[in-house]
C-alpha cells in the first residue's frame, strides 16, 4: 500500500498485487493488480460529494507505460452497502487508458463521510512494457458544503521492476 495522496476532499491509496510488480519475459508471463482506495481526506470536516473519479494509466509504447495491451485489463470495485458505479474504459488514447467512475444513482452523486470508501479494482494488467516507475492520475469532481465543485487531481505511482531485481 503507497501512502494516501489527497486532492481537496478526497484521497487516494493504492496497493498493488503481487506487491511487487515484476516485468513479464518472453517465457515469464505476468500479471498485476492494482487497488485505488478512495475515502475522504482526514482533515476535511464535512462529506464530499463526488460526481465521478477519472483514472488515467498510462500504456502503451513509450517508456513509462505500464502495459501495451490495455484492452485485456479488466475492471471491478468495491463500494459498501447496495451503491453502484458504472466503471468506462476507453482505449481512444494511444499513450493512456482512461477509466470512469461514475455513480449510478438519480442523483450521479456518491456521498464519501468519514466512513464510506469506493474501490476500483483494475485486474489481469498484462505487464509487459518497461521496468521502471510510472504515474497514474487520478481526478475526481467533488464538493462540499462549504466549497463549490470543483475538479482535482492527484498522482499515484506505481513501479515495475525486471525480475532479476526479485530477491
Known amino acids: 500500500m503507497t501512502e494516501p495522496v489527497t486532492t481537496a476532499h478526497l484521497s487516494y491509496a493504492l496497493a498493488t498485487t503481487p506487491t511487487a510488480l515484476t516485468?513479464?519475459?518472453?517465457h515469464h508471463p505476468r500479471q498485476g493488480r492494482l487497488d485505488i482506495t478512495v475515502?475522504?481526506?482526514g482533515?476535511?470536516?464535512?462529506?464530499a460529494t463526488c460526481r465521478g473519479i477519472t483514472v488515467e494509466v498510462p500504456t502503451g509504447t513509450h517508456p513509462r507505460a505500464l502495459t501495451t495491451r490495455p484492452e485485456r485489463i479488466n475492471t471491478a470495485y468495491?463500494?459498501?452497502?447496495?451503491?453502484t458505479w458504472l466503471i468506462r474504459k476507453m482505449l481512444t488514447r494511444p499513450d493512456r487508458t482512461v477509466f470512469t467512475c461514475?455513480?449510478?444513482?438519480?442523483?450521479?452523486?456518491?456521498?464519501?463521510?468519514?466512513?464510506w470508501a469506493f474501490t476500483l479494482i483494475l485486474d489481469n494488467i498484462p505487464l509487459d512494457a518497461q521496468d521502471g516507475t510510472t504515474t497514474i492520475r487520478v481526478t475526481d469532481d467533488t464538493a462540499t458544503e462549504s466549497a463549490a465543485r470543483a475538479r482535482h487531481s492527484?498522482?499515484?505511482?506505481?513501479?515495475v521492476i525486471?525480475?532479476?531485481?526479485?530477491?
Open 162 to 167: 525486471a525480475m532479476d531485481d526479485v530477491a
Open 43 to 47: 482533515a476535511a470536516q464535512a462529506p
Open 23 to 26: 516485468r513479464a519475459t518472453t
Open 154 to 159: 492527484a498522482e499515484l505511482r506505481v513501479t
Open 102 to 115: 461514475t455513480p449510478e444513482n438519480p442523483r450521479h452523486e456518491a456521498v464519501f463521510n468519514a466512513t
Open 39 to 41: 475515502t475522504r481526506t
Open 78 to 83: 468495491r463500494a459498501p452497502g447496495s451503491r
